[in-house]
């Protein structure tokens, strides 16, 4: 039987590809910075420019008005957040805005595609490094046209273990966030890092250079295609309360490679909580 979903699978790989070079040849006023939920969550025009070009295209592609668009930016200017069973592409244009501002060299395109609140397939472009990452549900997972496999390590002593300190400064979240941080590596762990990319951290799960990554305060398009993409390459995204299932708008997940190295991490895991992607919004 043909995939249905094949044709927007193969064209959403062109549109990450393009907005991945539009983001490498963004200009001075192009990364201006402006700030969003705090002095330290940033937007530049390039994020806004991005989104408003991939959602354009896929409007333009499948436009019959079924398809359902969540993107960071459009969210960020009122646009609801709620996942239906319609087909729904679940975009951030520039994941690693910071890195970005900064020239710091992992920025990533991520697009993910949803129907029947399923996880269909997943893209993210890593463009300064020119990695293209996919996955298509039950098909495998790629860079650049190569299959990729989560690593074979059981031993968390033998571990690099991913996570990020997001964008809250408050004393309560900074505290729980370093705590955790210090009861993993003390385990011992080999290392702990960060690229500053939730997308590029879940590729890097999945492609076996280290074997989790966890983060509490992150949103459901930084993180819905690097799921597809850990999960196709023999990895698993769970909750981080208990290694429950994994709930895209809970904004939290841990991801790794096999159950005893999840299991190991979650032990470790101070939760502290957060809205929900899809809560009710908030009158002024
Ligand atoms: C970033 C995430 C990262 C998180 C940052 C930020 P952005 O996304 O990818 O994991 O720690 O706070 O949310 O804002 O660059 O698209």
């Known amino acids: 039987m043909a995939d249905p979903w094949q044709n927007a699978y193969d064209f959403a790989v062109q549109v990450a590809r393009a907005a991945g070079a539009v983001i490498r040849n963004a200009g001075e006023d192009e990364i201006k ?9 940033l937007v530049t025009q390039t994020d806004e420019r991005v989104e408003k070009i991939i959602i354009g295209s896929l409007k333009e592609q499948f436009g019959n008005g079924t398809h359902c668009f969540i993107g960071e930016e459009s969210v960020a200017e009122g646009e609801p957040c709620i996942l239906t069973d319609k087909p729904t592409w679940i975009i951030v244009p520039v994941d690693g805005t ?19 609140k399923e996880l269909e ?27 990729i496999k989560v ?33 993993i590596l003390r385990i011992p762990v080999h290392g702990l890092r960060g690229s500053g990319t939730a997308a590029t951290n879940m590729c890097l799960v999945a492609s076996g250079a280290s074997e989790a990554f966890f983060e509490i305060g992150i949103h459901c398009w930084d993180v819905a295609a690097g799921a597809v993409i850990v999960k196709e390459a023999g990895g698993l995204v769970l909750d981080v309360d208990g ?7 809970s904004r939290r997940m841990v991801s790794a490679n096999n159950k005893v190295i999840a299991d190991r991490i979650i ?7 957060v809205v929900r992607d899809d809560a009710p919004i908030q009158k002024k």
């Open 98 to 116: 910071t890195n970005f501002v900064h020239g710091f060299p992992f920025v990533a395109v991520s697009i993910a595609f949803a129907v029947n």
């Open 151 to 183: 690593s074979d390590v059981n031993d968390i002593n033998k571990s690099i273990i991913i996570s990020e300190h997001g964008t809250d400064r408050s004393i309560e979240k900074v505290t729980k966030i370093f705590s955790t941080m210090q009861k």
């Open 243 to 249: 290694g429950g299932p994994f709930d895209l708008m």
């Open 33 to 41: 910075v402006q700030t969003k939920s705090c002095a330290v969550d």
């Open 267 to 273: 032990k470790e895991i101070e939760i502290f909580q």
């Open 121 to 147: 397939f997943g893209v993210v472009y890593s463009c300064l490094e020119d990695k293209m990452y996919k996955a298509r549900k039950g098909k495998g997972a790629f860079c650049n046209d190569e299959p």
